[in-house]
């Protein structure tokens, strides 16, 4: 295109944004003296420029549009509403002609006199309405388009009739013609070479007329072309590393006494390439104002369109951002304020009757914060409806009803971040397509940005948007996983920890978390999700020398301090090889990932990753080190999405001391002691309610059992074993349960362990559930169950008429039996941990592979999931849902229709027993009757086997 | 000798017809000969340490840095279908060449001659080729000794995708 078209299009383009924005303005002070000229002045260019390009369309609409402003400007017309609508519509029209200018390379064939027309009403004083809107057949144009029409014509002669020349002529006449522009540009191409070279004559001196009356600012400007500043930036970036290299070099290689003849030159060196770097970023900054000036334009028009009142405030319109990043969220901005003005605002009437005032605010706010730039969107309309969102999020398949009940109002509302959601009930053409959030949110976050939505139904909605201000350069931390080094972006990392012997990497159900400070921190394997093999055994040996922290966490001078935590909780010199978590954040949550070693900082130039590697979301790029080599820039966006929601599941606060849920293998807290002889014995501590020192003077005599006076209450006291001797002060394990306690006597209390719960041996011994290896020796493990119910019969009765069995000496039967069943899973559900604590191992013993859940809902929720049991168990009493509801829950429509289903209850009228069958229940069996149970199990499953074959 | 003897033969007969020909930087890859034509070659290198980028697709070797930019080391063997090779087959140079403003590094055995090849020596890819082999070559050249493959590289790093 010709170069002068090229600039002309770029300055018009400018001068009809600024215009908008002016417009706006007028419109609320229509009588602004300032505004107005400047209005007059911009018009008066831009159809003085069209008029020397040769661009006849466009100057005629803005030849009338600034007869308009003209009179305005003078004073003598009123600039009404109507009249402002008006000249929008002709900036518009003036906009669509320079579009297809810029496409086309012309200007566009087409008819203005409607909007010419109605201009010259108004610059006559008359209503729009009263435009004269001409005929076509009218146009004066139309003898001189015939005869540019004919030679054309002539040429066709050869082909055809009079007659049909006639009619042709007649329907040229007829048919609304290019406002005579055919013949009109005919004459203007030829002369315009020479009118042009007199144009460039007469503009330096129209410019320089000009200067004076328009800004001083555009002549201390200059227009410099973006590559040339990108390289400019390149070069300035590759500056910075080189001058790191050659600081961290100095540092190293002075001390205390000596300076090398290199220390003053590098200081100044230092010094210039800091004030280069400022410099050449500043020329990359532009204020967010330019991303915001269409938006006054925007709401204006969306709130005649909707009928609404609306606000726009903006805050820190100076505040300086890249380029790059701007023109990047450029689009997101508009998407999200358009949104608030047609989702969020509601009409005049609503507002009124909610008691806000009528006119719907929304502020935009944009600052500085710690190397990012904040920007707001605000407005105090009637936020996200949490029932609609639920809505379509089920409806999209998103969630089930369970998981939404268990969601806070956060995560539900980060539901609109999915592709294809919107819960507007109808699309407008403002938006509701559903392409929206999502978009935004990808769109930030390609350039490490990140976007947070909090939203108070009633009172509004309010998006935080955070951006890093520079893209070029970026700090980062260098870690190690599996031999190789990757670099995580310093503003990711939230904090990093150091495990320790006491604070240790746990797993729930093979996942790994971490505690941290009261949260429980899901974790990810760096190694693990890179596909990295496993540490060999001199590569442990290795880690585990040399795993120190450094120390030279550098900074570069002039930048914000990295904002690293680190957590040094433990001498490093423990037996336990530490593991080094990073605490990164994704949107609103937290995870960390496990890496080998930590490395430094260092600033970094990112590097996009080749094409054919682009695909893999787990990394934002790659760089090139101080010491040459490459290595790639981990992304945690992309790590978060390679994890799936079970991260996102699980990082919402979760109370540790609740819901541990255990499982056949899992580790747990076992409180050692003796009893009678040196074999040590054990008990699940969660089983054990206090541990105290009585004086066996004091215990006396209640029939046949022993009691003593504990807590205002009596207690029933039982030694062991009949070796424990009951003299002096013995150590007594208490065991609580609804009220009832019960103390066991034992010797000594050895220590507390944790440890995997394998029973190696039976035991024929019925207090023992068998022996199993714990810290290294045999020990026996204590059937609570047993001691507590043959100490105190009415331990588990809640009623009476429980059937009763004596206990046969079955039990290494019942292993047998269970075994052969190749491991069975079996569903616990139960709101008592004490119970849950008691049954697992026993049901363990067994054989069974067991999960337990507290609620039913839990239940409900892995059912939906597709988990799949043998057999499930379930307590009655539960506060949530009782079993009864909880059966006929799961037979009605679920995925364990078929699976047999066991109640355990200390309730057991027969009333109960007949309500529990009809429901669904296949056996009820009397919550402590461990025997029952057990042959109650085996029976199901040979059933269940022989119904399946 | 021959060649000049050729060409004034052709002009004697006033022939209109230039000798045309191309050149070729050839390189060796289980003790196969490739040609890849010299005006996309950029460099060619000794053996390099390349920084292997997990999840990368197999072909792709890792990374490596050449005066300050990130070259994408590709295994030609491993994308032909080739075995690895023994000890001492291959030195592991690379020749690098730049496609869609990146650069690529191309790991093969050896490096060989640049040769100018005349185009009547230019005949299609026979079809009996291994077909991945044939998805490659954009034809083959007689030699005196020995056949050539001509690497087609444009089509054979827009294969290599994650």
């Known amino acids: 295109m010709d170069e002068l078209i090229v600039e002309f299009l770029t300055e018009t383009n400018e001068s009809l944004e600024e215009l908008d924005l002016d417009l706006v303005n007028l419109e609320q002070n229509p009588n602004d003296a300032d505004l107005l000229g400047k209005i007059f002045r911009l018009v008066h260019t831009i159809k003085g420029t069209c008029g020397f390009l040769g661009l006849p369309r466009l100057e005629k609409v803005a030849h009338h549009g600034e007869n308009v402003l003209g009179r305005f400007r003078d004073g003598d017309l009123e600039v009404t509403p109507e009249y402002v609508t008006l000249i929008f519509e002709c900036i518009d029209r003036i906009k669509f002609i320079v579009n297809e200018l810029e496409e086309t390379g012309s200007e566009p064939e087409g008819d203005d006199s409607e909007i010419i027309a109605k201009l010259d009403a108004a610059y006559e004083g008359k209503s729009v309405d009263e435009a004269e809107i001409p005929a076509p057949s009218d146009q004066s144009a139309t003898p001189a388009s015939d005869d540019g029409d004919v030679p054309e014509q002539a040429v066709l002669a050869g082909t055809m009739t009079q007659e049909e020349l006639d009619a042709l002529e007649a329907a040229f006449a007829s048919a609304p013609g290019p406002d005579g522009q055919v013949g009109i540009q005919q004459v203007n191409t030829d002369p315009a070479p020479e009118i042009k070279t007199e144009v460039k004559a007469d503009k330096p001196t129209s410019t320089e007329a000009d200067a004076p009356a328009t800004k001083s600012v555009s002549a201390q400007s200059l227009r410099v072309s973006v590559d040339v500043l990108e390289n400019l930036m390149t070069m300035v970036s590759e500056l910075v590393l080189t001058r790191n290299q050659l600081m961290q070099i100095q540092r190293h290689t002075n001390t205390a006494d000596s300076e090398s003849d290199f220390g003053a030159p590098l200081q100044r060196l230092n010094h210039v390439v800091s004030d280069l770097q400022e410099g050449v970023m500043k020329t990359r900054m532009q204020p967010i104002g330019n991303a915001w000036a269409k938006l006054p334009r925007i709401i204006r028009d969306l709130a005649i369109e909707l009928d609404k009142k609306i606000d726009l405030e903006m805050n820190g319109q100076d505040t300086e951002l890249d380029r790059q990043v701007l023109d990047l969220i450029k689009d997101p901005l508009t998407h999200m304020v358009r949104n608030s003005g047609d989702h969020g605002i509601e009409t005049p009437d609503i507002r009124k009757a909610a008691g806000k005032p009528e006119t719907g605010t929304i502020k935009l706010n944009a600052y500085h914060e710690g190397g990012h730039i904040n920007i707001e969107i605000a407005d105090d309309g009637k936020g996200l409806s949490i029932d609609k969102i639920k809505e379509k999020a089920i409806m999209n398949g998103l969630a089930t009803p369970q998981e939404l009940e268990d969601m806070s109002t956060n995560q539900i509302n980060q539901f609109i971040f999915k592709a294809g959601f919107s819960t507007a009930e109808k699309v407008t053409s403002v938006s509701g397509r559903g392409v929206g959030m999502d978009v935004v949110r990808t769109n930030i976050e390609k350039i490490g940005g990140s976007i947070e939505l909090h939203s108070e139904e009633g009172k509004g909605s309010k998006f935080t948007i955070k951006i890093p201000l520079t893209l070029a350069i970026v700090s980062a931390l260098i870690v190690a996983a599996g031999n190789e080094r990757f670099a995580i972006p310093q503003l990711a990392v939230r904090e990093l920890v150091m495990t320790t012997n006491d604070n240790g990497i746990e797993k729930i159900k093979g996942t790994p978390v971490f505690r941290l400070r009261d949260r429980l921190l899901p974790l990810v394997s760096l190694r693990s999700i890179l596909d990295l093999p496993e540490a060999t055994q001199d590569e442990m040996e290795e880690l585990d020398s040399t795993n120190v922290i450094s120390e030279d966490i550098t900074t570069v001078e002039g930048d914000e301090k990295a904002e690293t935590k680190v957590e040094n909780k433990d001498n490093l010199k423990e037996e336990k090889r530490h593991e080094y978590i990073v605490v990164t954040q994704v949107g609103a949550y937290d995870f960390g990932i496990i890496v080998d070693r930590v490395y430094d900082t260092e600033e970094i130039v990112v590097k996009p990753v080749s094409t054919i590697l682009r695909d893999i979301e787990l990394f934002a790029g790659n760089t090139i080190l101080g010491d040459g080599s490459v290595i790639m820039i981990l992304d945690p966006n992309g790590i978060a999405k390679a994890t799936g929601d079970a991260t996102t599941d699980m990082s919402e606060a979760v109370d540790t001391t609740e819901t541990v849920r255990t499982a056949a293998g899992e580790k747990t807290s076992l409180l050692l002691f003796s009893a009678g002889d040196s074999a040590p014995k054990a008990v699940p501590l969660s089983l054990v309610s206090r541990l105290e020192n009585i004086d066996m003077s004091t215990v006396e005599q209640s029939g046949e059992q022993s009691v003593v006076q504990y807590r205002d209450q009596l207690m029933p006291l039982s030694p062991m074993n009949h070796k424990v001797v009951a003299e002096g002060e013995k150590p007594v394990l208490v065991f609580a349960h609804k009220g009832h306690s019960m103390g066991l006597i034992v010797d000594e209390i050895i220590d507390i362990t944790e440890a995997h719960m394998k029973l190696q041996l039976d035991s024929s011994n019925p207090n023992l559930l068998g022996s199993a290896i714990i810290n290294g020796k045999a020990t026996d493990i204590v059937d609570v169950g047993h001691m507590l119910q043959s100490a105190n019969k009415d331990w588990f009765k809640d009623h009476g008429d429980e059937p009763y069995l004596d206990r046969e000496n079955s039990h290494s039967q019942e292993i047998k039996n269970g075994n052969s069943n190749s491991k069975k899973r079996i569903l616990l559900v139960d709101d008592s941990p004490f119970f849950r604590n008691m049954l697992t191992p026993l049901l363990n013993v067994a054989g069974y592979d067991v999960t337990t859940l507290e609620s039913p809902n839990e239940a409900l929720r892995m059912c939906e999931k597709g988990e799949y049991f043998d057999v499930i168990i379930s307590d009655i009493e539960m506060p949530d849902m009782d079993g009864f509801e909880f059966a006929q829950r799961v037979r009605d429509n679920s995925n364990w229709t078929e699976t047999p289903m066991v109640a355990l209850s200390s309730h057991a009228t027969p009333q109960d027993i007949d309500r529990g069958m009809a429901v669904g229940f296949s056996k009820y069996v009397a919550k402590f009757d461990r025997d029952t149970l057990l042959s109650t199990l085996s029976q199901t499953l040979s059933e269940q086997k022989h119904k399946d074959a | ?162």
């Open chain 2, 1 to 162: 000798m021959s060649n000049q003897a050729y060409s004034q033969d052709r002009l004697e007969h006033g022939n209109q017809v230039i000798d045309q020909s191309k050149d070729f930087l050839t390189v060796v890859i289980s003790g196969q000969l490739f040609g890849i034509p010299i005006l996309q070659v950029q460099d060619v290198l000794r053996k390099q340490n390349v920084t292997r980028v997990p999840l990368a697709p197999p072909e792709v070797a890792g990374s490596l840095n050449l005066r300050g930019r990130i070259v994408t080391a590709i295994n030609v063997r491993s994308k032909l279908g080739i075995p690895k090779a023994k000890k001492g087959e291959s030195s592991d140079m690379s020749v690098v060449v730049e496609l869609d403003t990146e650069l690529y590094s191309l790991i093969i055995d050896r490096v060989g001659d640049v040769l100018t090849l005349k185009d009547e020596n230019f005949e299609p890819t026979p079809v009996t080729l291994d077909p991945v082999w044939r998805e490659f070559a954009s034809g083959i050249y007689r030699l005196d000794d020995q056949l050539l493959v001509i690497l087609d590289v444009p089509k054979f790093l827009h294969s290599v995708h994650a």
